[in-house]
C-alpha cells in the first residue's frame, strides 16, 4: 500500500484496519502452536533430556523423544503447508504488485533507488521462508542437531540482516 498507493496510505491503512491486523496476528501467532504443545506434553523422554540443539525448537525436541512422533510430524508439515507456503504467496504476490508500480517509475534513479530498498527486503524474505520450510518440511530422522544450519539462519542471521 505504501508503495504502490502512496497517497491513499492513511486511507486504506486507517487506525481500525491496523488494529485488526495485529490482533489477527497475534491471534494466529498464539493459536500456531497450541496443538503441537497439546501433543508434546504426551511424549516420554526414555534417555537424556539434554537437547543438542542452541534453541529449544520443535525438531530437537521430537529427536530425544522415544515416544511415535508421526502425528506431530504430520501436523508440522501441514501446518507449515498451510502457514509458511499462505504468507510466502501472500508476500510475493505484494511484491509482484510493487513491481509492476517500479516498472512505472519514470526515472532510472527512482527506479534504482526503489529496487535496492525491494531488493534487500526480498533477500530477507527468501532466506526467512527458505530456511523455515527447510528446516521444518523434512523428515525428523534425517536432521543431524550438529549440522543443522537453517535454524542458524532464521533465529539469528534474518534478525541481524
Not at 486507517?14 to 485488526?20: D, E, G, Q, T
Not at 500456531?32 to 501433543?39: E, M, S, Y
Not at 511484491?95 to 530477507?124: E, M, N, P, R, W
Request: hydrophobic share 50%.
Amino acid at each position: 500500500v505504501a508503495i504502490c498507493y502512496p497517497l491513499h496510505y492513511a486511507l486504506r491503512m486507517s487506525l481500525k484496519h491496523c488494529a485488526k491486523i495485529i490482533v489477527g496476528v497475534w491471534v494466529a501467532g498464539f493459536l500456531a502452536p497450541v496443538i503441537h504443545t497439546v501433543l508434546m506434553t504426551n511424549l516420554s523422554f526414555c534417555s537424556s533430556n539434554h537437547i543438542n540443539h542452541f534453541l529449544c525448537d520443535l525438531t530437537p525436541v521430537l529427536k530425544i523423544s522415544c515416544s511415535d512422533t508421526s502425528l506431530i510430524e504430520m501436523i508440522t508439515y501441514i501446518d507449515g503447508v498451510i502457514v509458511a507456503f499462505s504468507t510466502f504467496t501472500i508476500t510475493s504476490v505484494s511484491y509482484v504488485f510493487i513491481l509492476f508500480k517500479i516498472l512505472k517509475i519514470h526515472s532510472s534513479q527512482g527506479k534504482k533507488k526503489a529496487l535496492s530498498t525491494c531488493t534487500s527486503h526480498l533477500t530477507c524474505v527468501i532466506i526467512f521462508y527458505g530456511s523455515i520450510i527447510c528446516l521444518y518440511m523434512r523428515p525428523t530422522k534425517s536432521i543431524s542437531p550438529n549440522q543443522d544450519v537453517f535454524a542458524l539462519l532464521y533465529a539469528v542471521l534474518v534478525p541481524m540482516l
